[in-house]
């Protein structure tokens, strides 16, 4: 029996267990747990075997839960929740110290946000409690856009995954924090940075550090098909390197004049950046099916969420 199921009525009897289950959001699948239950969060880090030093996004059902969960609010975080919110921006704020420090990985400040899904704001609404949750793959592996997705990744030790369609965003959370007054980008994500910029002004980044990670969606290797996988500008070049091979192409908008016979996915016909981070995890778990010697990405052009995806294809190659 398949364990993907529409009914919140289950999920919250096993989420007031303290049993976890996996929960759609915009962006991505995550693997969700009562952010207050040390028995529910431990399962979490199981299950998705993530080291412990990684802590879990918190989700809220409303703008006001905020406060319950972070203190000592920058002016400009509200600026952002007011404008961001529901959505996919992740704010890292000092924790209240109701927050389980299993959640936060000890440290003194917690990341939430308050996802824009029907679905999953249901689910909040009938829970007294916000969930902690990451993305619903296991550690190193591509995240989930669409239930069967995370059915397929966890066989066994996952009860249910909470139907919700295809993810809308497609990538994860835009992921700030605040320094002194400044607004730091810890992870590239579907809210576009040109547009938090069009808020708090000029922010600064702490994206990649592989020893002791701010954030570690920074961990170099992340998001990483098992197939060998190639970015480039040019994939005319590439192909004609690899010759021969079983090749899988993920390609921008299909404009390249490419004559091959590779199996190739167009991720926005329409040159759209937002319609190609939706479809890019999507094509990434397929084409990884393919039994391909190679898998070839274009590049991005690298304005608004097309950095987020450079960014997500430039860890798959590592
Ligand atoms: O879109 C998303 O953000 C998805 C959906 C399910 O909400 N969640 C997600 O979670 O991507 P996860 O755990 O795969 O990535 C969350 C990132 C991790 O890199 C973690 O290190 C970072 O957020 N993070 C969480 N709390 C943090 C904190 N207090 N300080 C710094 N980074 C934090
Ligand atoms: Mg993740």
């Not at 319950?68 to 921006?89: C, R, S």
């Amino acid at each position: 029996m398949s364990i993907i199921s529409s009914n919140i009525k289950k999920a919250v009897g096993l989420l007031n267990q303290d049993k976890i289950i996996a929960i759609p959001t915009e962006t991505v699948y995550g693997l969700a747990g009562n952010a207050f239950s040390e028995t529910a969060i431990k399962s979490i880090f199981l299950l998705k075997q993530r080291p412990f030093f990684n802590p879990l996004i918190i989700h809220i059902k409303s703008k006001e839960y905020l406060h319950q969960v972070a203190k000592d609010i920058p002016e400009n975080a509200l600026k952002l929740a007011a404008v961001f919110w529901p959505g996919p921006l992740t704010m890292v704020l000092n924790k209240q110290a109701n927050i389980p420090d299993l959640v936060t990985a000890g440290k003194p400040t917690v990341g939430v946000r308050m996802p824009d899904h029907p679905v999953a704001l249901e689910l909040l609404e009938s829970l007294n409690y916000p969930l902690a949750a990451p993305s619903a793959n296991p550690f190193g592996c591509i995240s989930p856009t669409k239930s069967i997705h995370v059915a397929d990744y966890f066989k066994s030790g996952l009860e249910m995954v909470l139907e919700g369609g295809s993810c809308s965003r497609g990538i994860e959370s835009t992921i700030v924090g605040f320094k002194d007054n400044k607004t730091i980008i810890y992870r590239f994500g579907s809210i576009a940075v040109e547009e938090i910029e069009a808020i708090v002004g000029e922010v600064f980044y702490i994206t990649k550090d592989d020893t002791a990670p701010e954030a570690p969606g920074m961990l170099t290797k992340h998001y990483a098909p098992k197939t060998k996988t190639f970015l480039t500008e040019n994939v005319s070049q590439l192909l004609t390197e690899n010759q021969g091979k079983k090749i899988g192409l993920i390609l921008f908008d299909g404009k390249l004049d490419l004559k091959n016979t590779s199996e190739k996915i167009i991720l926005s016909k329409n040159s759209n950046l937002l319609e190609a981070a939706s479809n890019l995890y999507e094509a990434m778990h397929y084409l990884d099916k393919k039994n391909l010697d190679i898998i070839i990405a274009e590049k991005m052009p690298d304005v608004g969420v097309g950095k987020s995806i450079n960014d997500r294809l430039e860890r798959a190659t590592k």
